[in-house]
């Protein structure tokens, strides 16, 4: 048996379509169960998915404690079977996603963690610069298409569409609850976070290139502002994921490393020489890399160069 779990927080633009979806699942060996967890949404979500309880195999769990991986983490105790399939509210699965899931698995014992491709669903068709200048895996967690069926970088299992074996959990590890989606300003890469540190304790990755999902992605997400917005959540991520891994001497200021901030005086020296040529592809990337920046300084700042906690 496997469990699939997701959390949602006012979901009820793409809650009804996906639970839908999820009624044309492919049943795969060993049957499976649903568990949705509701994060103290302020919309109809939580009604949503209780009518859902007489047609799918659905446990709904309420956490109030804001917060992604809060969420996700008061599902552990509700678990069944030995594989824990993890996705998002906004993730459209392909009939056949839980038995090649579950194959995968199956075929794999050497492995404890499953990526599978994360595909896009627009709400519109996306504008020509969108395609040719935004960078596709951190601002809509899609993974590459070149990614073959075979043993895989963690840095590559994406929060809409993965899975670890239950054991992970029975051995006390947990997702961080301060990092991940919690109100407009977090740091991202939750997911990432998560199975680098299975990665660590010698957990390996199988990209599993058949269970397939489409991640809905809506039309004011295809903004430069909403992207560039991203690019300082994908920041604070990046600085949060990479800070223990840093030199402790460092020099600081205002508990920002220095060489952040030389490198942003330098960015910020790009942007500039762009604007002057007024090549857009060159603006916008400069643009990009400057707000990552920002988001890396955002986070040493009011981390002060602490060290994260560790969920295990």
Known sequence: ?????????????????????????QVPEGGWKLIVVDNASSDRSWETIISFQDRLPLTCLSEKKPGKNSALNAAV????????????????PKPDWLVRMRSAADDQPEYSIFGGPVLPRWEIPPPDWLIERVPME??????PSSLQEGPMDYHFVFGPNMAVRAEVFNEGFRFDPTIGPQG???AMGSETEFVGRLANRGYAAWHARDAQV???IRDFQMTSSW??????RFGRGLYRMERGERPTDVPVWLGVPRYLIGEMIRQTAVLSKGLMT?????IFRARWDLNVLRGQILEAYHSGGEKPDSAS
Do not use: K, W
């Not at 951190?138 to 993974?143: C, D, E, G, Q, S």
């Open 1 to 25: 048996m496997l469990t699939v779990i997701f959390a949602t927080r006012n979901g009820m633009r793409t809650i009804p379509a996906v639970l839908d979806a999820y009624l044309r699942l």
């Open 138 to 143: 951190p601002v809509f967690t899609l993974t």
């Open 278 to 282: 007024l090549r857009g592809e060159t």
């Open 77 to 92: 105790a509700h678990i069944e079977g030995d594989l824990v399939v993890l996705t998002d509210d906004d993730v459209f």
């Open 227 to 232: 992207v560039l917005r991203r690019a300082i």
């Open 214 to 216: 489409e991640h809905f």
């Open 184 to 186: 407009a300003s977090y």
